[in-house]
């Protein structure tokens, strides 16, 4: 009965906060997804391949076994290639608008009109060598890379086949695409920004109420209660996820060392109950972009009604550490320099503690400077040596332990926002978790 109840409770509040969240139906998703595409293509592809020198681009992959890059090209209503698709991008001088074409039996969108009649040309590879024999490039860019897996979606039989059909004279063209294939992911339109913060905020409405009195009943709901809940919420508003979250719990018992859990393993099961600092990790896909939200709150005792301040002054070091982080954005500079100065700025005003930030976008754990490691707090060689560009996306991801004396332990404040770098400062796109939420509550806790 006790496991009967919390169900039947979540139920009915599911549906209660559904109607506050404005998600579009699927139909009008599709349009957003496609427009976004044909504007990427159209005023950010130019721009891209002109700074990177590559001239002609080409992706090519087979049904479900899809290049990362691909999936960000497919209109809204292609779930997967189409046999084997190949994408051709042309730029026939620098800063002029980009050619495209698909090389396959179906036009791919609005934007790739099909370049090949297999009625007419059976063999789908020779049409592609007479299209790239056709515009000369340059530089042909493919999708293998050394340090990113978004970029290295072509599979070895693919590049095979493409370099024996390749005409000798234009194999020493064939140039990685992996940095193009990066600012691809990574830059983040106009368009797309005027969303990302709607988007956040509805990952952030979701999350508090899962962390409030509308789903948690301490004594009963336990931690795995409250995962599930997330689950069935995020596929009853019509959304998809990129992760199964996580809840875990550090109370002031002796006895309990979640605070020293390795993130390699999932937290155990746990009933809540009064006292607990809960922790949740968390994410959304909606309209191809990502989130990725880890916030806290504190289940009052009774006689509490508010959270203690030791574990709010606690929390605010993971604030400071936030600052410190975001305030060591420099354009330019790479992922490893950024951590750096950040670790030994937070050394300096004695934090302990530990950065692990990533771009945020079309992947969650995307492309572009990766900041820091979990199980790496050094220089991370390949993706921590690419330089921080404007126009891009982040999680601002980090922890910090602090000692509770009231608890005789460390208590580890753990924090994840999504996050918007403009070339100059970041901003947080629909805040950040400033005051730890309070279970019960009745007050927002969110701030710039």
Request: aromatic share 10%.
């Amino acid at each position: 009965m006790k496991k009967l109840l919390p169900i039947l409770f979540l139920f009915i509040s599911s549906i209660s906060y559904a109607q506050d969240l404005a998600v579009l139906p699927l139909r009008d998703q599709a349009k957003v997804i496609d427009s976004w595409l044909e504007d990427r293509i159209e005023n950010l592809l130019p721009e891209l391949m002109t700074e990177t020198g590559i001239d002609m681009w080409v992706v090519i992959s087979r049904e479900y076994n899809e290049d990362p890059i691909i999936r960000t090209m497919l209109p809204a209503t292609w779930m997967a290639a189409r046999r084997r698709t190949i994408l051709v991008m042309y730029q026939p001088s620098p800063n002029e608008a980009v050619e495209t074409y698909a090389v396959a039996r179906y036009d791919v969108g609005k934007s790739f009109k099909r370049a090949w009649n297999p009625e007419e040309q059976p063999d789908q590879w020779d049409a592609l060598m007479k299209l790239i024999a056709s515009k000369n490039p340059k530089k042909i860019g493919l999708d293998f890379a050394k340090d990113y897996g978004h970029a290295d979606g072509l599979t070895h039989n693919e590049y095979g086949v493409f370099m024996d059909y390749l005409p000798e004279n234009l194999q020493k063209n064939v140039v990685s695409a992996q940095t193009l294939a990066v600012r691809w992911i990574e830059t983040r339109t106009p368009s797309e920004m005027a969303t990302y913060r709607h988007i956040q905020e509805i990952a952030h409405q979701i999350v508090q109420e899962g962390l409030s009195s509308a789903v948690i009943t301490p004594g009963v709901t336990t931690t795995d209660d409250v995962v599930w809940w997330y689950r069935e919420k995020i596929k009853e508003l019509k959304l998809d996820t990129w992760f199964h979250p996580s809840v875990d719990i550090q109370r002031a018992d002796a006895d309990s060392e979640a605070s020293k859990r390795s993130f390699a393993s999932r937290p155990s099961d746990a009933t809540i109950m009064p006292g607990d600092l809960l922790h949740i990790d968390f994410g959304i896909t909606y309209l191809r972009l990502n989130t990725d939200t880890q916030e806290m709150a504190y289940v009052l005792k009774p006689g509490e009604t508010e959270v203690p301040e030791y574990l709010q002054k606690a929390f605010e070091v993971g604030n400071r550490l936030q600052d410190i982080l975001t305030s060591n954005y420099v354009a330019g500079k790479t992922g490893n320099e950024i951590l750096k100065a950040s670790r030994t700025q937070m050394q300096s005003e004695g934090i302990n503690g530990s950065i692990y930030t990533h771009p945020l976008g079309f992947y969650g754990h995307s492309a572009g400077p990766t900041i820091g490691m979990w199980d790496n707090q050094g220089d991370t060689p390949g993706a921590g040596d690419f330089p921080l560009h404007a126009s891009t996306g982040y999680a601002i991801e980090l922890n910090a332990v602090v000692h509770v004396k009231e608890w005789n332990k460390d208590v580890r404040i753990m924090l994840e926002e999504g996050a918007y770098f403009d070339g100059k400062k970041v901003t947080y796109y629909n805040g950040r978790q400033k005051k730890l939420f309070a279970i019960p509550r009745t007050s927002e806790y969110l701030g710039n």
